[in-house]
């Protein structure tokens, strides 16, 4: 039995240590908003955040998570800043298919979090490691920073 | 013609120049008469269109969402015509439904006195039968959507069903028609100042007939066509509400994942269970005839079981095939007997001039897209469910018919959103699906999802074909092209598009040539324009260079004045500054592809850096659609294929070693990352030409134009791709 705080409630989550985080949130908890891309954090789909910081949930074990707040795309419009992002990218049409877009708010927003006004460098630095087949890169760097300057 | 006939009343409208199988299909069984009634309680029904007594407009989209917006677009031409709110309407996936069957798709073909493209025409990997069956497709593919959908379907739709509440209005109100305007959803009588809304109006609307003609707006009349409203999936989008296929859940369901054997078409011999089933949460192993499954409660046990099994798979000849192997045999069957005849004209053999001759070849590429592929479905009773991310949700119920053994009544499927397709998900791919089947079979009455893994997705692909073509050109000494031959491995969604060639060549001979590989083949997106728009235009620059012309002036000499064609150059041309100065080691390299029925010219700036590797600093994109329904959406598209095609050009292959496929992630597989996106300038100029389609068009004139410029930059031609693979020498010339 696992202790979780996923987007600010308490859990017990009965399963294997080392499960992804991943397959938690989504099979054992239903939280299907979280996106399995590829299983090896190569993609970025899976990105949550625990304790702030932004980690590829798909190679996260759940006993990594154990007393530590984790958020996912479900709850990260909660966060001021989360929800300065997912206006942006409502704004800028960013989303084409939308499967990776969860994980590029994720990261986006943790980006946002730690730098108020980021350069063009540290937006590509901080979100290569997000791949979105759709081609949305330049939508996702424009919205980033809209949501920069609308975060004031 | 009455309301109960509506839906073919639509159809029949549009030029009197329908397909036959449309009609007969409708006499033959009341099938849409019956659809028509069920969809349309309680409001009117005007073919996908439905007006609700509360005003809300419910556009019934029968394309798969997979990212171009067209559900927005296409809400919007059918709002456009109706003179409906835009807050008052509503788009939705349509059901997998022959009510919906893609008839425009084809009719869209027809009526410009074209055929079927080459990958929706019969054939023996990418069949989906002849033009009778293809009025039952439900397929996103060929750019088709807001071209053919929405331009046949929608507008007249609205038009229609805004013909209807104008003479219920008329009626209700005892005044002429002619005294009545539409507006926002309302139907106004200036004269005596009274308004009511459509919703007030729908039930007197639905007891008329439906009217024999609609005329539809000039374009001058658009109001909402051309503005761009944000598109209506985002919101969902961002918050992570929008359900893909692979995010059905229902009550009791388990989970598989599969290994399909890694030489395609060979069969699972032996399996042994024992290590699989050991795994705590698996529950069953399922043999299949190329594939073992293990079914769990969760993906993650079913994962780890999988792991542990070594399956055998049967072993032929095809385990020593390599890329290398596939290459030489392409080579030999380009130089074996006369091929299959694609186009000709005049005498190609018998122009003179000095001749100029290349070798291309380019490589096998996935889709990858970001949804693995999934499907989930529910064996009961002898009926089967199913769920899932597909291009045509149709071709994907007849295919799970098909697979199951079942009749198509007793196969519900349910189209959930999908999460990328580029022609990965279009129907004549069925393996999933048959996989599915046979473990819902053995787990019934569980329902089970099937998820593949990455590295399943990867190796289990359905593969742009790899294509090696050779060109021979005649060219006189006023440096005009006299005949251009050429020669291309056949695959069997590749003859035709792209030939004839655009430019004004009198004598042209094109030829096929077969040589089949046991690779799985699929369309890819903008299908065989991928590869010829690369062939052609590289080498239409090479008989530039040949010529001592500049690559512009020398395309404008082969293109008539006044053509869509030589506009669109000469508007890229002047948007990219071609011919002004560049800074040292860059230069530009320009590219025109027509596809879809747009035409499509870029100009990509690029450099190579001291290791040798290209580098891309601009790409600017001019595109003729006819006109543009959506400008952001429309604009996204082509942001988008430009993207692709720079990943593909720059680093993309599919390699075959031992019969298999060699990558099997993305390490492998090297897709283009946010800080590898140069600047992208996409415009687009109007024209009176037919509406074009978006969705594939901006990624055919990619890697030629780059390879164009690397050859203006550094004298070097690159004949194969991907350019990062380079170091490697270029094919013969």
Same mark, same amino acid.
């Given at each position: 039995?696992?202790k979780?705080?996923?987007?600010?409630?308490?859990?017990d989550?009965?399963?294997?240590?080392?499960?992804?985080l991943?397959?938690?949130?989504?099979?054992?908890?239903?939280m299907t908003g979280?996106?399995?891309?590829?299983?090896?954090?190569? #993609?970025?789909?899976?990105t @949550?955040?625990?304790?702030g =910081?932004?980690? &590829? !949930?798909?190679?996260t074990p759940?006993? $990594?998570?154990?007393?530590?707040?984790?958020?996912?795309?479900?709850?990260?419009?909660?966060?001021?800043?989360?929800?300065?992002?997912?206006?942006?990218?409502?704004?800028?049409?960013?989303?084409?298919c939308?499967? #990776?877009?969860?994980?590029? @708010?994720?990261?986006?927003? =943790?980006?946002? &979090? !730690?730098?108020?006004?980021?350069?063009d $460098?540290?937006?590509?630095?901080?979100?290569?490691?997000n791949?979105?087949?759709?081609?949305?890169?330049?939508?996702i760097r424009?919205?980033i920073?809209?949501?920069?300057?609308?975060?004031? | 013609?009455?309301?109960?006939t509506?839906?073919?009343g639509?159809?029949?409208?549009?030029?009197?120049a329908?397909g036959?199988?449309?009609l007969?299909l409708?006499?033959?069984?009341?099938?849409y008469?019956?659809?028509?009634?069920?969809?349309?309680?309680?409001a009117?029904?005007?073919?996908?269109i439905?007006?609700?007594?509360?005003?809300?407009?419910?556009?019934?989209?029968?394309?798969?969402?997979?990212?171009?917006?067209s559900?927005?677009?296409?809400?919007m031409?059918?709002?456009?015509?109706?003179?409906?709110?835009?807050?008052q309407?509503?788009?939705?996936?349509?059901?997998?439904?022959?009510?919906?069957?893609?008839?425009?798709?084809?009719?869209g073909?027809?009526?410009?006195?074209?055929?079927?493209?080459e990958?929706?025409?019969?054939?023996?990997?990418?069949?989906?039968?002849?033009?009778?069956?293809?009025v039952?497709?439900?397929?996103?593919?060929?750019?088709?959507?807001?071209?053919?959908?929405?331009?046949?379907?929608l507008?007249?739709?609205?038009?229609?069903?805004?013909?209807?509440?104008?003479?219920?209005?008329?009626?209700?109100?005892?005044?002429?028609?002619?005294?009545l305007?539409t507006?926002?959803?309302?139907?106004?009588h200036a004269?005596?100042?009274?308004?009511?809304?459509?919703?007030?109006?729908?039930?007197?609307?639905?007891?008329?007939?439906?009217?024999?003609?609609?005329?539809?707006?000039?374009r001058s009349?658009?109001?909402?066509?051309?503005?761009?409203?944000?598109?209506?999936?985002?919101p969902?989008?961002?918050?992570?509400?929008t359900?893909?296929?692979?995010?059905?859940s229902?009550?009791?369901?388990?989970?598989?994942?599969?290994?399909?054997?890694?030489?395609?078409?060979?069969?699972?011999?032996?399996?042994?269970?024992?290590?699989?089933?050991?795994?705590?949460?698996?529950?069953?192993?399922?043999?299949?005839p190329?594939a073992v499954a293990?079914?769990?409660d969760g993906?993650?046990?079913?994962?780890?079981?999988?792991?542990?099994?070594k399956?055998?798979?049967?072993s032929?000849s095809n385990?020593q095939?390599?890329?290398?192997?596939?290459?030489?045999?392409?080579?030999?069957?380009?130089?074996?007997?006369?091929g299959?005849?694609?186009?000709?004209?005049?005498?190609?053999?018998?122009?003179?001039?000095?001749?100029?001759?290349?070798?291309?070849?380019v490589?096998?590429?996935?889709?990858?897209?970001?949804?693995p592929?999934?499907?989930?479905?529910l064996?009961?009773?002898?009926?089967?469910?199913v769920?899932?991310?597909?291009?045509?949700?149709?071709?994907?119920?007849?295919?799970?018919?098909?697979?199951?053994?079942?009749a198509?009544?007793d196969?519900?499927?349910?189209?959930?959103?999908?999460?990328?397709?580029?022609?990965?998900?279009?129907?004549?791919?069925k393996?999933?699906?048959?996989?599915?089947?046979?473990i819902?079979k053995?787990?019934?009455?569980?329902?089970?999802?099937l998820?593949?893994?990455r590295?399943e997705?990867?190796?289990?692909?359905?593969?742009?074909?790899a294509?090696?073509?050779?060109?021979?050109?005649?060219?006189?000494?006023?440096?005009?092209?006299q005949?251009?031959?050429?020669?291309?491995?056949?695959?069997?969604?590749l003859?035709?598009?792209?030939?004839p060639?655009?430019?004004?060549i009198?004598?042209?001979?094109i030829?096929?040539?077969?040589?089949?590989?046991?690779?799985?083949?699929?369309a890819?997106?903008?299908?065989?324009?991928s590869?010829?728009?690369?062939?052609t235009?590289s080498?239409?620059?090479?008989?530039?260079?040949?010529?001592?012309?500049d690559?512009?002036?020398?395309?404008?000499?082969?293109?008539?004045?006044g053509?869509?064609?030589r506009?669109?150059?000469?508007e890229?041309a002047?948007?990219?500054?071609?011919?002004?100065?560049?800074?040292?080691?860059?230069?530009?390299?320009?590219?025109?592809?027509e596809?879809?029925?747009?035409?499509?010219?870029?100009?990509?700036?690029?450099?190579v850096?001291?290791?040798?590797?290209?580098?891309v600093?601009?790409?600017?994109?001019?595109v003729?659609?006819?006109?543009?329904?959506?400008?952001?959406?429309?604009?996204?598209?082509?942001?988008?294929?430009?993207?692709m095609?720079l990943?593909?050009?720059?680093g993309?292959a599919i390699?075959?070693?031992d019969?298999?496929?060699?990558?099997r992630?993305?390490?492998?597989?090297?897709?283009?990352?946010?800080?590898?996106?140069?600047?992208?300038?996409?415009?687009?100029?109007?024209?009176?030409?037919?509406?074009?389609?978006l969705?594939e068009?901006g990624?055919?004139p990619?890697?030629?134009?780059?390879a164009?410029?690397i050859?203006?930059?550094?004298?070097?031609?690159i004949?194969?791709?991907?350019?990062?693979?380079?170091g490697?020498?270029?094919?013969?010339?």
């Amino acid at each position: 039995m696992s202790k979780l705080q996923v987007n600010g409630k308490d859990l017990d989550v009965d399963a294997d240590p080392a499960m992804p985080l991943l397959w938690v949130l989504r099979d054992t908890l239903g939280m299907t908003g979280t996106k399995f891309g590829c299983g090896q954090a190569l #993609c970025g789909a899976c990105t @949550v955040h625990l304790d702030g =910081a932004p980690v &590829r !949930s798909c190679v996260t074990p759940v006993s $990594a998570a154990a007393g530590k707040k984790l958020i996912t795309i479900e709850a990260i419009g909660e966060d001021r800043i989360g929800k300065a992002v997912q206006a942006a990218w409502v704004k800028h049409d960013v989303a084409q298919c939308g499967y #990776c877009q969860s994980g590029q @708010v994720m990261s986006a927003t =943790a980006l946002l &979090r !730690s730098k108020r006004f980021p350069t063009d $460098a540290e937006i590509n630095q901080a979100m290569a490691g997000n791949i979105c087949r759709c081609g949305t890169y330049m939508r996702i760097r424009a919205a980033i920073r809209d949501a920069a300057v609308q975060l004031g | 013609m009455k309301r109960r006939t509506w839906l073919i009343g639509t159809g029949t409208v549009v030029g009197g120049a329908l397909g036959v199988g449309v009609l007969g299909l409708v006499a033959r069984d009341g099938y849409y008469e019956r659809r028509a009634k069920e969809l349309a309680k309680p409001a009117l029904f005007a073919g996908w269109i439905v007006i609700a007594p509360d005003n809300v407009v419910t556009v019934y989209i029968p394309h798969s969402d997979i990212g171009q917006g067209s559900h927005t677009a296409l809400a919007m031409m059918a709002a456009e015509e109706l003179d409906a709110a835009w807050s008052q309407v509503r788009a939705e996936q349509a059901p997998a439904d022959p009510a919906f069957a893609n008839r425009h798709f084809i009719e869209g073909f027809l009526l410009k006195g074209r055929q079927a493209p080459e990958f929706a025409r019969s054939g023996t990997t990418l069949a989906f039968g002849e033009i009778g069956r293809l009025v039952n497709m439900q397929v996103t593919g060929g750019s088709a959507s807001v071209r053919f959908t929405g331009q046949m379907g929608l507008r007249t739709a609205g038009a229609a069903a805004r013909d209807m509440l104008l003479t219920a209005a008329a009626t209700q109100w005892g005044v002429p028609r002619s005294e009545l305007v539409t507006r926002e959803g309302t139907v106004q009588h200036a004269a005596s100042g009274r308004t009511i809304r459509y919703g007030e109006l729908v039930q007197r609307a639905a007891a008329l007939d439906a009217p024999a003609h609609v005329t539809l707006k000039k374009r001058s009349e658009f109001r909402l066509i051309g503005t761009a409203p944000p598109r209506l999936d985002i919101p969902d989008k961002v918050t992570g509400r929008t359900k893909y296929g692979i995010d059905v859940s229902l009550p009791g369901m388990l989970t598989a994942t599969v290994m399909a054997s890694p030489v395609h078409g060979e069969r699972l011999v032996q399996v042994d269970e024992g290590p699989a089933l050991a795994v705590p949460g698996v529950r069953k192993v399922v043999k299949l005839p190329n594939a073992v499954a293990v079914v769990a409660d969760g993906y993650w046990a079913a994962r780890t079981g999988l792991a542990a099994l070594k399956p055998q798979f049967s072993s032929g000849s095809n385990a020593q095939v390599t890329s290398e192997t596939i290459s030489a045999r392409f080579d030999t069957a380009l130089q074996s007997a006369e091929g299959k005849k694609v186009h000709s004209a005049g005498d190609a053999a018998g122009a003179k001039g000095s001749q100029v001759a290349a070798a291309y070849s380019v490589p096998f590429l996935h889709h990858a897209t970001m949804e693995p592929i999934n499907v989930t479905a529910l064996w009961e009773a002898g009926k089967l469910k199913v769920w899932g991310s597909e291009q045509d949700a149709l071709g994907a119920r007849n295919n799970l018919a098909d697979v199951s053994g079942l009749a198509l009544a007793d196969v519900a499927f349910t189209p959930m959103a999908v999460g990328g397709g580029f022609g990965r998900r279009s129907a004549p791919k069925k393996d999933h699906l048959a996989q599915v089947v046979e473990i819902a079979k053995a787990v019934a009455p569980a329902p089970v999802k099937l998820i593949w893994s990455r590295e399943e997705d990867f190796a289990q692909g359905a593969y742009r074909p790899a294509v090696t073509t050779r060109i021979e050109a005649t060219v006189d000494d006023k440096g005009q092209v006299q005949a251009w031959r050429q020669r291309f491995i056949d695959t069997p969604e590749l003859i035709n598009e792209g030939f004839p060639l655009p430019y004004a060549i009198a004598n042209q001979r094109i030829e096929a040539v077969a040589a089949p590989t046991h690779v799985r083949y699929g369309a890819w997106r903008s299908v065989a324009h991928s590869q010829h728009g690369f062939f052609t235009e590289s080498f239409v620059d090479e008989l530039a260079a040949a010529a001592k012309k500049d690559p512009l002036e020398f395309r404008r000499m082969h293109l008539p004045p006044g053509s869509r064609h030589r506009r669109v150059l000469d508007e890229v041309a002047q948007r990219a500054g071609w011919g002004t100065p560049l800074p040292t080691g860059h230069a530009r390299g320009i590219a025109l592809v027509e596809s879809f029925g747009s035409v499509v010219a870029e100009v990509i700036e690029a450099s190579v850096d001291a290791s040798g590797l290209p580098q891309v600093h601009k790409v600017t994109a001019v595109v003729d659609c006819g006109f543009v329904v959506h400008p952001d959406t429309a604009a996204q598209q082509v942001q988008g294929g430009i993207i692709m095609g720079l990943s593909a050009a720059l680093g993309e292959a599919i390699t075959i070693k031992d019969g298999a496929v060699v990558q099997r992630s993305f390490p492998d597989y090297p897709i283009l990352r946010m800080n590898q996106v140069p600047a992208i300038d996409v415009s687009f100029v109007e024209s009176d030409g037919p509406l074009g389609g978006l969705g594939e068009v901006g990624l055919p004139p990619v890697a030629p134009a780059l390879a164009n410029a690397i050859a203006a930059s550094t004298g070097r031609r690159i004949r194969s791709l991907p350019l990062r693979s380079a170091g490697k020498e270029s094919p013969n010339a």
